[in-house]
């Protein structure tokens, strides 16, 4: 399976969706089987009581609560539109924010974030222009507060459609805001995995799109191979990626190779594929790596290509770096359910 292929199906009734790239899996959907909101779901809420000591507050949500972390100027009570940017771990608030994304899949309108952005991928100076004048005249009018920012599959789409885009984002931010009478709702569902599969992985374009075809493709047997914690690496090393309550820990091991650049390539070769690893496998919070033995003068060599693998990260990751026993400690935000939470 050569290019760029999304593959579209169901687990357990339930809608996924997966991007191969040149018979690897880069990037895995599955809709949660409960009613979970989704990541991106907007809803009117009620403030509730501040927390203080955790540097925010709960607001009240339709059968439950959130926790929300931008509390200026917000007095219990009050009437806010929030929106959910993850799932909730066991136990705890749903997460959610007051920073608005209204995201289609040319155009996000940006409530608090005035301006107009064109993506840094169009590198296409008439491109660029014809786009800005399409974000002028589909915001013409609008409120000041509200921004726009073309995404790079504008750059190959007709200008009628990024017209369309755009007009449809910005009436659903305009009467999202102005909904603020009345208790708890959801006003805007989460985008499923088939839709934002559709919506975020159009740049760059699909060779193919593929619908049914997880057994085809292989896909069961790329999600099998991630509930495993093996991971085999180059030149016969491993990885194994085991989550405890506390953290996720990773083991690096050179296998049968005992040349004297053994250890640097196999911990070459972990650092570049653990953030797909964690990122399909839906993994977050504190992560500590026991990279294989190696001199300390090399460290700043791997140093560089972490930096470099999670660079493209969508999930907010701190590089947090080595610790007295020589461990690697970074933390990534959960952005996602954990696979073995989602699999039937």
């Known amino acids: ?204 374009a699909p060779d193919e799109v593929i619908e049914a075809g997880f057994e085809a493709q292989g896909v069961h047997e790329m999600l099998a191979a991630l509930r495993e914690a093996l991971v085999p690496l180059v030149g016969g090393g491993n990885m194994l990626i085991e989550p405890t309550r506390a953290l996720v820990a990773v083991d690096v091991n050179t296998g049968p190779d005992t040349s004297p650049a053994a250890s640097l390539k196999v911990n070459i070769a972990a650092a570049r594929d653990l953030p797909r690893q964690l990122r399909l496998r839906g993994l977050g919070g504190q992560i500590v790596v026991d990279f294989a033995p190696m001199p300390k003068k090399e460290r700043a060599i791997l140093d560089q290509v972490l930096r470099a693998a999670f660079k493209t990260e969508s999930a907010e990751t701190n590089l947090a770096g080595w610790t007295t026993l020589g461990l690697f400690e970074m933390t990534r935000k959960r952005d996602r359910l954990p696979l073995t939470e989602l699999l039937p």
């Open 1 to 204: 399976m050569i290019g760029r292929v999304v593959v579209l199906d169901d687990l357990g009734g339930q809608a996924a969706a997966a991007l191969v790239v040149d018979g690897q899996l880069e990037e895995l959907l599955i809709d949660p089987a409960d009613d979970t909101p989704l990541p991106g779901a907007i809803y009117r809420a009620v403030a509730d009581r501040p927390m203080k000591g955790q540097g925010g507050m709960f607001v009240k949500l339709p059968g439950g609560s959130g926790f929300l972390r931008q509390t200026d100027g917000i007095a219990p009570g009050q009437r806010i539109i929030v929106q959910v940017t993850g799932p909730a771990e066991g136990g705890k608030a749903l997460p959610v924010t007051s920073r608005l994304l209204f995201k289609s899949r040319l155009a996000i309108v940006t409530p608090g974030a005035p301006g107009f952005n064109i993506s840094r991928r169009i590198k296409d100076e008439e491109a660029r222009a014809e786009l800005e004048a399409l974000a002028a005249a589909g915001m013409a009018g609008a409120d000041e507060s509200l921004g726009l920012i073309l995404r790079s599959a504008a750059e190959h789409a007709e200008a009628e459609e990024v017209a369309d885009d755009i007009a449809a984002m910005r009436e659903l931010a305009e009467a999202v805001l102005r909904d603020l009478d009345g208790g708890p709702e959801l006003l805007v569902e989460g985008a499923g995995a088939h839709e934002t599969a559709w919506r975020d992985w159009a740049d760059p």
